[in-house]
């Protein structure tokens, strides 16, 4: 405004001529504010590019550690189903691999997820794709990601040199000291997706100011970005969970590992794990509100049991997840044979579809790791008693005792044996005894706890190992054997036997396995002499009768 004089004020005066200036100079502002933009998008482009391919390089490079360390079971195993299997799956999972295949020492394709692939042949000093990166030198468990282009189409492509390891030895030359390759190529399709995207959003939004750009970035790539994150959290848990499962081949270990592994990954609100068990099924259950592993009946839960009966009916069974993503049913086979089943409840967020890869390699890792714990369960069982062999408990014997000597905590072991099996093979015939035998077995593996162990020591003779139990315990989880009456067999002719036993307890009676073993044994002969279907203690005279039961319960049983 004007003052008296005519004249404008200083502050009217400057804004008046930034005004002027800025119209005037609005080309040069325009071309100015659009170069700063386009060198931004630039540099913006480069670096974006460059951050999503060196993670897209690492989740490849884990992604190629742990697809080795999966076909480990089946190359060990001899398995070549079961390896094209699992190359196959890999890339059916809906995720960003698009091509995996496996070469020999020759170049030749001997595993791809495309079988049109089998028996190519690839030419190391020809071949575009191989002449990026390969050289005469490469080391085995080399690790090797460059991008490449396939097809007309940009690849991340990760080449792995597979080790020859002492385990490939019985198929392998020792003095090769490479196998062949595996390659993974990975699109980066999505990878320039989003590098157009963005540069989209902050063409579209540069006018708005840096602030409206981050939040365009953070809601349009930070999802995407979020998403390579999980992906590689899956990738890592993947390659833990593989080696979590190797620590152990026992079915009992194992059950314990695999429970703990779904409760890490899943974080759901209870876990059911069922697997056969002497004719029949063994379920053990997990709840996020008891945090504690414990053993439940089949026949209690019917959504359970119904859907047994369907992966009994249907060992191939592929897994599933309920229509709302909260539940998932993961059979676990191999070859057609039904070795687990695990239903997981309640999950803390739906389950999607396109992450139905990660199930399907669980099931393959879970398979190879109850398969080989099958394997050696038959090694180390009786077959006729369905009990462990003697070897075994020379093995968990020495196991237990190093236990106990850390923990300070006492074990029972007990003696048992058939009175008068001489007279039922000679009366009956060998067939006969082994029916009384079998009985027995049953018997015993219904009487005594889940972390008792069992044992056919020789012949009509029997070992149980009660681990954190005292004397007076032991006698409570031997007499459910007696409680249960005299062992009967379902032969033409009745045949009802009864059984003596010896007790000893460590430290009480004996300071190592053979001197407990001692100990029992004479417990039983005393229990012999005094009239036989009797258990004597070791280091006490008195002798309780089978139809007697001891005093008090046990705790917790």
């Given at each position: 405004m004007p003052n008296k004089k005519g004249r404008m004020t200083a502050p009217k005066y400057l804004d008046q001529l930034r005004t002027e200036w800025v119209y005037a100079h609005r080309r040069k502002l325009f071309l100015g504010v659009a170069l700063i933009m386009c060198v931004f998008l630039i540099i913006l482009g480069v670096?974006?590019?460059?951050?999503?391919?060196?993670?897209?390089?690492?989740?490849?490079?884990?992604?190629?550690?742990?697809?080795?360390?999966?076909?480990?079971?089946?190359?060990?195993d001899r398995d070549p189903a079961a390896m094209q299997d699992t190359v196959e799956a890999i890339v059916s999972g809906g995720n960003s691999v698009r091509r995996l295949f496996i070469l020999d020492k020759d170049g030749r394709v001997v595993f791809s997820a495309d079988r049109k692939e089998l028996g190519k042949r690839f030419d190391r000093s020809t071949d575009p794709s191989c002449k990026v990166c390969h050289n005469d030198s490469l080391p085995a468990g080399f690790i090797n990601t460059?991008?490449?282009?396939v097809d007309d189409q940009?690849?991340?492509?990760?080449?792995?040199?597979?080790?020859?390891?002492?385990?490939?030895?019985?198929?392998?030359d020792a003095s090769q000291s490479k196998l062949g390759m595996l390659i993974i190529d990975r699109s980066l399709r999505d990878t320039y997706d989003l590098i157009g995207r963005t540069l989209l959003f902050f063409l579209l939004f540069g006018s708005a100011?840096?602030?409206?750009?981050?939040?365009?970035?953070?809601r349009g790539a930070g999802q995407y970005i979020r998403a390579?994150?999980?992906?590689?959290?899956?990738?890592?848990?993947?390659y833990i969970m593989v080696e979590r499962l190797s620590r152990s081949i026992d079915r009992k270990d194992l059950t314990t590992i695999v429970l703990e592994i779904l409760c890490d990954f899943f974080k759901p609100r209870e876990i059911y794990l069922v697997y056969p068990k002497n004719g029949g099924f063994r379920c053990i259950s997990w709840s996020s509100a008891e945090q504690r592993f414990e053993r439940?009946?089949?026949?209690?839960?019917?959504?359970?049991?119904?859907?047994?009966?369907?992966?009994?009916?249907?060992?191939?069974?592929?897994?599933?997840?309920?229509?709302?993503?909260?539940?998932?049913?993961?059979?676990?086979?191999?070859?057609?044979?039904?070795?687990?089943?695990?239903?997981?409840n309640g999950l803390p967020v739906p389950f999607q579809p396109r992450r139905?890869?990660?199930l399907r390699t669980m099931a393959d890792h879970f398979g190879a790791a109850f398969e080989n714990a099958r394997l050696y369960s038959i090694a180390i069982t009786d077959s006729l008693t369905s009990l462990y062999t003697r070897r075994h408990l020379d093995?968990?014997?020495?196991?237990?005792?190093?236990?106990?000597?850390?923990?300070?905590?006492?074990?029972?072991?007990?003696?048992?044996?058939?009175?008068?099996?001489?007279?039922?093979?000679?009366?009956?015939?060998?067939?006969?005894?082994?029916?009384?035998?079998?009985?027995?077995?049953?018997?015993?593996?219904?009487?005594?706890?889940?972390?008792?162990?069992?044992?056919?020591?020789?012949?009509?003779?029997?070992?149980?190992?009660?681990?954190?139990?005292?004397a007076e315990e032991g006698q409570i989880v031997a007499h459910r054997i007696f409680e249960a009456g005299p062992i009967k067999t379902n032969q033409s002719e009745s045949i009802s036997c009864t059984v003596s036993m010896g007790l000893a307890a460590w430290p009480e009676h004996a300071a190592t396995i053979s001197d407990l073993l001692q100990a029992a044994d004479r417990a039983l002969y005393a229990a012999k002499r005094a009239g036989k279907n009797r258990l004597a203690v070791a280091s006490s005279p008195a002798l309780c009768d089978g139809s007697v039961p001891p005093p008090n319960a046990l705790p917790g049983d």
């Amino acid at each position: 405004m004007p003052n008296k004089k005519g004249r404008m004020t200083a502050p009217k005066y400057l804004d008046q001529l930034r005004t002027e200036w800025v119209y005037a100079h609005r080309r040069k502002l325009f071309l100015g504010v659009a170069l700063i933009m386009c060198v931004f998008l630039i540099i913006l482009g480069v670096l974006l590019y460059r951050f999503l391919v060196r993670d897209n390089d690492l989740k490849s490079r884990e992604l190629a550690v742990t697809v080795v360390s999966g076909l480990k079971h089946a190359m060990v195993d001899r398995d070549p189903a079961a390896m094209q299997d699992t190359v196959e799956a890999i890339v059916s999972g809906g995720n960003s691999v698009r091509r995996l295949f496996i070469l020999d020492k020759d170049g030749r394709v001997v595993f791809s997820a495309d079988r049109k692939e089998l028996g190519k042949r690839f030419d190391r000093s020809t071949d575009p794709s191989c002449k990026v990166c390969h050289n005469d030198s490469l080391p085995a468990g080399f690790i090797n990601t460059v991008a490449v282009t396939v097809d007309d189409q940009r690849v991340l492509r990760t080449a792995c040199v597979l080790p020859n390891e002492p385990a490939c030895y019985s198929c392998h030359d020792a003095s090769q000291s490479k196998l062949g390759m595996l390659i993974i190529d990975r699109s980066l399709r999505d990878t320039y997706d989003l590098i157009g995207r963005t540069l989209l959003f902050f063409l579209l939004f540069g006018s708005a100011g840096l602030v409206s750009v981050g939040y365009v970035l953070n809601r349009g790539a930070g999802q995407y970005i979020r998403a390579i994150e999980n992906q590689g959290e899956e990738l890592t848990s993947l390659y833990i969970m593989v080696e979590r499962l190797s620590r152990s081949i026992d079915r009992k270990d194992l059950t314990t590992i695999v429970l703990e592994i779904l409760c890490d990954f899943f974080k759901p609100r209870e876990i059911y794990l069922v697997y056969p068990k002497n004719g029949g099924f063994r379920c053990i259950s997990w709840s996020s509100a008891e945090q504690r592993f414990e053993r439940v009946k089949v026949d209690a839960n019917p959504a359970l049991k119904r859907a047994i009966e369907r992966w009994t009916q249907n060992p191939a069974l592929e897994p599933e997840v309920a229509v709302d993503g909260m539940e998932i049913m993961l059979p676990v086979s191999r070859s057609r044979l039904p070795l687990a089943l695990v239903l997981v409840n309640g999950l803390p967020v739906p389950f999607q579809p396109r992450r139905m890869w990660l199930l399907r390699t669980m099931a393959d890792h879970f398979g190879a790791a109850f398969e080989n714990a099958r394997l050696y369960s038959i090694a180390i069982t009786d077959s006729l008693t369905s009990l462990y062999t003697r070897r075994h408990l020379d093995y968990c014997s020495e196991q237990l005792l190093t236990k106990a000597e850390e923990r300070k905590e006492p074990f029972c072991l007990v003696m048992m044996d058939i009175d008068d099996f001489k007279k039922v093979n000679d009366r009956y015939g060998h067939p006969a005894g082994d029916a009384v035998l079998a009985a027995l077995g049953v018997r015993i593996l219904e009487c005594i706890r889940d972390v008792d162990l069992a044992f056919r020591y020789g012949g009509e003779e029997f070992v149980l190992l009660l681990p954190r139990t005292s004397a007076e315990e032991g006698q409570i989880v031997a007499h459910r054997i007696f409680e249960a009456g005299p062992i009967k067999t379902n032969q033409s002719e009745s045949i009802s036997c009864t059984v003596s036993m010896g007790l000893a307890a460590w430290p009480e009676h004996a300071a190592t396995i053979s001197d407990l073993l001692q100990a029992a044994d004479r417990a039983l002969y005393a229990a012999k002499r005094a009239g036989k279907n009797r258990l004597a203690v070791a280091s006490s005279p008195a002798l309780c009768d089978g139809s007697v039961p001891p005093p008090n319960a046990l705790p917790g049983d």
